[in-house]
């Protein structure tokens, strides 16, 4: 049985930085192309970054790009989000995802493998 699970959400400043982490259990990791992905409410779904089994591509959202690193720690089947500059309009919850479909990194289609979510809030 797969599962995954994000942590590290919380409530920050603006300005501020987050680590959230996922880790994944039922699966072979380093055979998935990951993603984060967050919904805010009355917002769209957004991708936030994917990257590659070996970690050989990472892309990010728009709206991140220069603030949010991700990573990835195949020997111990997790993934990070490192948010630096965090604003308020980042508050949202946030997924981590196994790709299980070959496309665009940042479609939710993709993505068969999903975890609850954990919740950043930025404050202003």
């Known amino acids: 049985q797969v599962q995954v699970v994000e942590s590290g959400g919380g409530l920050v400043q603006a300005g501020g930085s987050l680590r959230l982490s996922c880790t994944a259990s039922?699966?072979?990791?380093?055979?998935?192309?990951m993603g984060w992905f967050r919904q805010a409410p009355g917002r769209e779904g957004e991708g936030v970054a994917g990257?590659?089994?070996?970690?050989?591509?990472?892309y990010y959202g728009d709206s991140v790009k220069g603030r949010f690193n991700m990573s990835r720690d195949n020997a111990k089947n997790t993934l990070y989000l490192q948010m630096n500059s965090l604003k308020p309009e980042d508050t949202a919850m946030y997924y981590c995802?196994?790709?299980?479909?070959?496309?665009?990194?940042?479609?939710?289609?993709?993505?068969?493998?999903w975890g609850q979510g954990t919740q950043v809030t930025v404050s202003s």
């Open positions: 995802a196994a790709e299980t479909a070959s496309g665009s990194w940042c479609d939710v289609r993709n993505f068969g493998y």
């Open positions: 039922g699966l072979t990791f380093v055979d998935y192309t």
């Open positions: 990257i590659a089994w070996n970690g050989g591509w990472i």
